[in-house]
């Protein structure tokens, strides 16, 4: 692994610095889990595809700059660094995209990442079920073929994006007398479909961050089946690997959060106790290593590895990291770290409430890190079940 980079990718890094320089918002925008924030972040996405920077490592004919994952991972420094909008769409083009690359036909992949990539569509997440949260594998919501189109039938919860997207992906149960991750296929449904009842669900802040998705013998034309019938856990695999591993929280979001928590502890100076400071610090080192990591992860990948059972450690490490940082936050800023940034007395609280209240889903969210303290055993450590 180089640590050093080349004068082209100083070269990228500048390009990407000057245009998120001069493109993002100077205020921020409302909440994507609003109506009037999430029609901003999409307006805010078409800016980014027009500027070609919407999806950096996927190949031009399908909405991206053909970059490699290195340059991906410089623009994600340059994009936090520049204070730019959450992606309204990480569901589509951080895990179902990958997924569509790997497993998608032709015909798939021209009709869905371009407007992936653009967020002309939005995508929601639907694996859980209500008795079906973090053992995928016990997932119940039918959907029998019938001619060139499967018949949904069922529920899915805690769709993340669901109350404002415009599809879903996720498993259905095609095979009636299968058990566990058999019989399983993946499918990508129009939320507009008859049949379907979508139902928001409000967050903590009262804000619809997910959904309820009701089916109701609703019609997914068969040819939106990604990947064999019966064969949708291997996909699922693949897209939480994605999840879990490498694209969906890039270490530049944590090294952001890091600094920022640098800073806050020295605002607050000798009010911080010692022993604070110390684990500052340490958060500080983990997201630098997280960041190694990563880049040993990627220089791996382009020389034609691939991620394994490994994003399991990933995952609980950035999950638990995010989350300690903004616990250390909170605790820096004593009994204002409760006020919401628009509270009278708030001062300059800027965003750690918000985003701890967020970060407590990080352990939970891409499989529970119990269930990947599991797959570790298992998997690389090759204990007994």
């Given at each position: 692994m180089d640590l050093d980079y080349s004068a082209e990718q100083q070269a990228f890094r500048a390009e990407a610095r000057t245009w998120l320089a001069a493109n993002v918002p100077h205020e921020p925008l409302a909440s994507f889990d609003c109506a009037e924030g999430a029609k901003q972040h999409r307006e805010w996405e078409a800016r980014l595809n027009a500027g070609g920077w919407a999806m950096v490592p996927w190949p031009v004919e399908y909405g991206g700059r053909g970059a490699n994952l290195l340059e991906w991972l410089i623009f994600e420094e340059e994009y936090y660094r520049a204070g730019a909008p959450k992606r309204i769409n990480q569901n589509g083009i951080f895990l179902l995209g990958p997924t569509i690359m790997e497993y998608g036909t032709p015909e798939q992949?021209?009709?869905?990442?371009?407007?992936?990539a653009s967020s002309e569509e939005v995508w929601a997440q639907g694996w859980s079920e209500p008795n079906a949260g973090s053992d995928m594998a016990n997932i119940q919501t039918t959907?029998?073929?019938?001619?060139?189109?499967?018949?949904?039938?069922g529920q899915k919860t805690w769709a993340s994006r669901g109350a404002f997207a415009d599809w879903l992906f996720g498993m259905f149960r095609t095979d009636p007398?299968?058990?566990?991750?058999r019989g399983l296929t993946f499918i990508l449904a129009p939320l507009d479909l008859p049949g379907i009842t979508v139902r928001p669900i409000e967050q903590l802040d009262g804000l619809p961050g997910f959904a309820e998705v009701f089916f109701d013998d609703v019609r997914v034309p068969a040819e939106h089946r990604l990947g064999?019938?019966?064969?949708g856990w291997n996909v699922a695999m693949a897209t939480a690997g994605f999840e879990r591993g490498l694209m969906l929280r890039s270490p530049a979001r944590f090294q952001n959060t890091a600094r920022r928590l640098v800073e806050l502890a020295r605002e607050h100076g000798e009010g911080v106790e010692p022993g604070i400071r110390d684990e500052v610090a340490r958060c500080w080192?983990?997201?630098?290593a997280y960041t190694l990591e990563t880049h040993r992860t990627v220089s791996r990948m382009l020389a034609g590895g691939k991620i394994g059972a490994e994003a399991s450690l990933n995952k609980i490490f950035w999950s638990e990291?995010?989350?300690?940082?903004?616990?250390l936050a909170l605790e820096i800023l004593g009994?204002?770290?409760e006020l919401l940034p628009g509270a009278p007395a708030a001062g300059a609280v800027g965003s750690w409430l918000d985003d701890y209240l967020f970060?407590?889903?990080g352990p939970i969210y891409a499989g529970t890190n119990e269930i990947q303290r599991n797959i570790i055993a298992e998997r690389i450590l090759g204990l007994p079940r």
């Open positions: 992949k021209a009709r869905f990442l371009p407007r992936m959907a029998f073929l019938d001619g060139d189109h499967y018949v949904v039938n007398d299968s058990e566990r991750h064999e019938e019966g064969k080192i983990g997201a630098e990291l995010d989350l300690r940082m903004h616990e009994d204002r770290g970060s407590l889903s």
